[in-house]
């Protein structure tokens, strides 16, 4: 869904981004498909809301399942916690590489990945704006570090 890589994964973010791929989180993976579809609704009901909110959803209906997606989703957390690590340690290897111009924009753009009061959509719009009103030069400097 989204052009460019957000860094902050909210538990939200990454089961509202499954469910736009029609795929379906890895805490589900085998689970019944009424449990698959409820938990589609809830992030269809919520995908507009900002990311704060859809983990308060996914955590509360989450809560209502059984032992094993939650034991599931205890581990996807874990998981999800992990990426967000090796992804700052990344990003930080990158910035210092960065050019001033390239820093400035990261700034930017790493802010609205840290909004919680934004919805992923927003979050992708808006880095995507600053992204496509970048000189060459620098977008193409950003790319070549997103892509390790």
Same mark, same amino acid.
Request: hydrophobic letters at 45%; proline letters at 11%; charged letters at 15%.
């Given at each position: 869904m989204f052009k460019y890589a957000i860094l902050f994964i909210s538990l &939200?973010?990454?089961?509202?981004? =499954? /469910? #736009?791929? !029609?795929?379906? *989180? *890895?805490? $589900? =993976? &085998? /689970? *019944?498909p009424n449990v698959v579809s409820s938990f589609g609704a809830l992030i269809q009901a919520n995908a507009n809301k900002?990311? %704060?909110?859809?983990?308060k959803a996914v955590e509360a209906w989450v809560a209502t399942q059984d032992a094993s997606i939650k034991t599931k989703f205890a581990d996807f957390k874990k998981q999800v916690h992990q990426m967000n690590s090796e992804a700052e340690k990344a990003h930080q290897a990158a910035l210092a590489k960065f050019s001033p111009e390239a820093k400035a924009a990261d700034q930017k753009m790493s802010a609205i /990945? =840290? !909004? &919680?009061? $934004? %919805?992923?959509? #927003?979050?992708?719009? #808006?880095?995507? /704006?600053?992204?496509k009103s970048l000189p060459p030069s620098v977008k193409s400097e950003i790319e070549k570090a997103m892509q390790g």
């Open positions: &939200g973010a990454v089961a509202f981004i =499954a /469910a #736009q791929d !029609n795929g379906v *989180p *890895p805490f $589900l =993976a &085998g /689970a *019944p900002p990311d %704060s909110e859809i983990d /990945a =840290a !909004n &919680g009061a $934004l %919805s992923p959509q #927003q979050k992708g719009e #808006q880095i995507d /704006a600053i992204m």
